[in-house]
């Protein structure tokens, strides 16, 4: 039911206790997409939590969006 109710506010893509991470979009492409900008911000979740003795640091709404900026933003080095 929470998760029906988060995915009818506009949620792409969303962590389930004892479940995992799904993702889903109107393409293949866009669920890929989008699962592999969760997984990127799951690494970098999971990367802070030592400098927090372990304890999960929670992201402000603004913190996220910056987050899934700079990880969205570097999927495509166009440089190379």
Do not use: C, W
Not at 9 to 22: K, Q, R
Not at 23 to 31: D, E, M, P
């Amino acid at each position: 039911r929470q998760v029906k109710e988060l995915a009818n506010n506009g949620a792409d893509s969303m962590f389930i206790a004892n479940h995992g991470f799904i993702a889903y979009g109107k393409t293949l492409n866009q669920a890929l997409e989008r699962a592999r900008v969760g997984e990127a911000l799951a690494q970098n979740f999971l990367l802070i939590m030592p400098k927090n003795f372990g304890k999960p640091f929670i992201l402000t709404s603004k913190e996220m969006a910056a987050q899934r900026a700079e990880v969205v933003g570097t999927a495509y080095d166009q440089s190379k």
